[in-house]
């Protein structure tokens, strides 16, 4: 019995030790590991016809997708013959498959298949791959396009360039306070001269064959990308893309242009734009400035999702601790400070009372100061990398790839590597609290922005004069004098 007692002061005292453990932290995360998951095979077919294999051990079913590259598809020129193509995707007929069979055979396989001139989606069961593959590749390279439906469409035409309207009503011009923070940013824009005439379908003396052309010059298989996840080898998936779009013909390649536009940022103080909404109990506050430089996958774009997630994008950031949780001004705050082809924006967004506005603004900036002057805890830059890092391996899985999808169509227009995927969770755990610094102060601006104000202007003319200069606005855009 005297061994039971000690046996058991002996478990008090390891639960009293343990109930010592420093709280302040958050708990370790595991050592930063390669994924198993993320990888991209690229392969490259005769034809010219890209593939992404993002294999995934032991999973039943797979997805595929289908991006073509079109030239100009949205300042088409032969317009009739993109609409009847068109229509004869959505009408799922193909040569071999043109009584309905495509439908029903989708429905009996529990599996989503769709074509047309983008390309498409395939999912469904890895056993059903070969059926399914069959009936996407006629779908897409042989739609059953028919002579009665352009004859359909030329009547259609004819009988609307008949029709002619007797008012015309010139459309009401509407204020947009968006217009007005961009010209703040970045001046006004520059008006051209619209020179491309509009053009319209013509589909007289239109024929099949026509369509045909249409499809053979812009469904090509060098100005396509497929990417394929699910449980198959490099080996397996080259051979079933061989086997099904081995024949696909090529056609004139298309280099898509780099999205990476420069954009220059011309203001030097902070603006206060108020548009007045009379009935309004809260106002709507938005914060916006332009980042500069920091382009879509730059190479500081992980460290700038750590400092966002800091800032305001969760609820443990210091605008929603502070905001939300400490002084009780709104429901909701979020900031968004993030790269993008332009060069990058900054935002903050949030609603408050009327009377609280000013009390609101002080506050999101002096949140911004701190972040640009002083280093944020170790345990704040853990809690983020942490969140990040868990939110991003958990949508590395299967039954929704879209980052294996997104990644694949813009590899290679970026530049990226394979692996980048894979390497991800490594960069988050390299940022450091210096890096945030950094990135704060030339990223976060309370100086150089724009603050957008939607409330009711009698209850807050006066009290926004003291964080720049204020242009006040009616609902039809305005300008108010006091």
């Given at each position: 019995?005297?061994?039971?007692?000690?046996?058991?002061?002996?478990?008090?005292?390891?639960?009293?030790?343990?109930?010592?453990?420093?709280?302040?932290?958050?708990?370790?995360?595991?050592?930063?590991?390669?994924?198993?998951?993320?990888?991209?095979?690229?392969?490259?077919?005769?034809?010219?016809?890209?593939?992404?294999?993002?294999?995934?051990?032991?999973?039943?079913?797979?997805?595929?997708?289908?991006?073509?590259?079109?030239?100009?598809?949205?300042?088409?020129?032969?317009?009739?013959?993109?609409?009847?193509?068109?229509?004869?995707?959505?009408?799922?007929?193909?040569?071999?498959?043109?009584?309905?069979?495509?439908?029903?055979?989708?429905?009996?396989?529990?599996?989503?298949?769709?074509?047309?001139?983008?390309?498409?989606?395939?999912?469904?069961?890895?056993?059903?791959?070969?059926?399914?593959?069959?009936?996407?590749?006629?779908?897409?390279?042989?739609?059953?396009?028919?002579?009665?439906?352009?004859?359909?469409?030329?009547?259609?035409?004819?009988?609307?360039?008949?029709?002619?309207?007797?008012?015309?009503?010139?459309?009401?011009?509407?204020?947009?306070?968006?217009?007005?923070?961009?010209?703040?940013?970045?001046?006004?824009?520059?008006?051209?001269?619209?020179?491309?005439?509009?053009?319209?379908?013509?589909?007289?003396g239109l024929t099949i064959e026509d369509v045909e052309d249409y499809k053979?010059?812009?469904?090509?298989?060098?100005?396509?990308?497929?990417?394929?996840?699910?449980?198959?080898?490099?080996?397996?998936?080259?051979?079933?893309?061989?086997?099904?779009?081995?024949?696909?013909?090529?056609?004139?390649?298309?280099?898509?242009?780099?999205?990476?536009?420069?954009?220059?940022?011309?203001?030097?103080?902070?603006?206060?734009?108020?548009?007045?909404?009379?009935?309004?109990?809260?106002?709507?506050?938005?914060?916006?400035?332009?980042?500069?430089?920091?382009?879509?996958?730059?190479?500081?774009?992980?460290?700038?999702?750590?400092?966002?997630?800091?800032?305001?994008?969760?609820?443990?950031?210091?605008?929603?601790?502070?905001?939300?949780?400490?002084?009780?001004?709104?429901?909701?705050?979020?900031?968004?400070?993030?790269?993008?082809?332009?060069?990058?924006?900054?935002?903050?967004?949030?609603?408050?009372?009327?009377?609280?506005?000013?009390?609101?603004?002080?506050?999101?900036?002096?949140?911004?100061?701190?972040?640009?002057?002083?280093?944020?805890?170790?345990?704040?830059?853990?809690?983020?990398?942490?969140?990040?890092?868990?939110?991003?391996?958990?949508?590395?899985?299967?039954?929704?790839?879209?980052?294996?999808?997104?990644?694949?169509?813009?590899?290679?227009?970026?530049?990226?590597?394979?692996?980048?995927?894979?390497?991800?969770?490594?960069?988050?755990?390299?940022?450091?609290?210096?890096?945030?610094?950094?990135?704060?102060?030339?990223?976060?601006?309370?100086?150089?922005?724009?603050?957008?104000?939607?409330?009711?202007?009698?209850?807050?003319?006066?009290?926004?004069?003291?964080?720049?200069?204020?242009?006040?606005?009616?609902?039809?855009?305005?300008?108010?004098?006091?």
């Amino acid at each position: 019995m005297k061994n039971l007692h000690v046996f058991i002061l002996m478990i008090c005292f390891s639960l009293s030790s343990a109930a010592q453990v420093d709280r302040s932290m958050p708990p370790e995360a595991n050592n930063p590991e390669t994924l198993n998951v993320g990888k991209l095979i690229p392969m490259v077919l005769n034809n010219g016809l890209r593939v992404y294999l993002a294999p995934v051990k032991d999973y039943p079913k797979f997805t595929m997708s289908v991006n073509i590259e079109l030239p100009n598809y949205t300042e088409e020129t032969r317009l009739a013959e993109k609409n009847i193509l068109n229509t004869a995707y959505a009408n799922t007929l193909s040569k071999k498959y043109p009584n309905q069979e495509i439908d029903s055979i989708v429905n009996t396989y529990a599996a989503m298949l769709n074509a047309n001139m983008y390309g498409g989606t395939i999912k469904g069961m890895k056993q059903d791959i070969n059926t399914l593959l069959d009936v996407y590749v006629d779908a897409l390279l042989n739609p059953i396009i028919t002579q009665e439906y352009i004859s359909k469409k030329y009547k259609a035409s004819i009988a609307q360039g008949r029709k002619k309207s007797d008012v015309f009503t010139q459309p009401i011009k509407q204020f947009s306070i968006d217009a007005v923070v961009d010209s703040l940013l970045f001046g006004p824009k520059i008006k051209r001269e619209e020179t491309k005439q509009t053009s319209k379908p013509n589909y007289e003396g239109l024929t099949i064959e026509d369509v045909e052309d249409y499809k053979a010059d812009r469904i090509v298989s060098n100005n396509a990308l497929i990417v394929i996840v699910g449980d198959f080898s490099e080996s397996e998936c080259k051979t079933l893309m061989t086997h099904y779009f081995g024949r696909w013909k090529t056609g004139a390649p298309y280099v898509k242009e780099s999205p990476v536009k420069t954009k220059t940022s011309i203001i030097q103080n902070r603006k206060i734009i108020v548009k007045d909404a009379p009935d309004a109990v809260q106002s709507k506050i938005a914060f916006k400035w332009h980042l500069g430089d920091a382009y879509t996958y730059f190479e500081n774009d992980i460290k700038l999702q750590v400092l966002n997630n800091i800032f305001g994008a969760s609820q443990l950031s210091y605008l929603y601790k502070n905001l939300r949780e400490d002084k009780a001004l709104c429901y909701y705050i979020n900031s968004s400070v993030g790269s993008a082809a332009d060069g990058g924006t900054g935002a903050v967004y949030t609603s408050v009372r009327n009377e609280q506005t000013a009390y609101a603004i002080e506050n999101i900036i002096l949140e911004m100061l701190r972040l640009r002057n002083e280093k944020v805890s170790a345990s704040d830059l853990k809690i983020a990398k942490n969140s990040l890092i868990g939110e991003y391996t958990r949508s590395l899985n299967p039954i929704a790839p879209i980052p294996y999808i997104t990644f694949a169509m813009q590899k290679d227009l970026y530049h990226l590597p394979d692996d980048y995927l894979q390497n991800k969770v490594e960069k988050y755990y390299q940022v450091t609290i210096e890096d945030i610094m950094k990135m704060a102060q030339k990223y976060i601006d309370p100086f150089k922005c724009v603050i957008t104000i939607t409330g009711k202007v009698s209850e807050l003319k006066g009290t926004l004069e003291k964080f720049g200069e204020v242009l006040y606005y009616d609902q039809k855009g305005n300008k108010l004098e006091f």
